[in-house]
């Protein structure tokens, strides 16, 4: 229904808005690359999930959303999760999207 990239082997990632990307990593990929993706705040990792959610704030998120579409498809094909296994639905259908700031808040 809304902006999607695909690959040979599957949804690769979609918008949620024009700043809220989810994006299918592998198990592997996730537990290989977790500090490091737990080091930007652009980025919201669910445990169990194989989606990581990018909020693009700025150029360098975009910069980052590039880098890991690339990790993705190398992880479909280096450190592909077992075959059979079903991918659940993205961070979004968890509820694990980001949380807005409250401009009128503290």
Known sequence: MGQALRSA???IAHFHSERDVDLL???RAIRRFAQD???TGAIRI???SQW???RLDVASDVDLLLTLVSVAL????????P????????NDQRGAG????DPGGI
């Open 52 to 54: 990581v959610t990018i």
């Open 9 to 11: 082997h599957g949804e």
């Open 25 to 27: 990593l592998t198990d």
């Open 74 to 81: 190398q992880a479909q094909l280096v450190w592909a999760d």
């Open 98 to 101: 980001f949380v807005r700031a």
């Open 46 to 48: 669910v445990p169990g």
């Open 37 to 39: 993706l737990r080091d």
């Open 83 to 90: 075959v059979g296994r079903p991918t659940l639905g993205c």
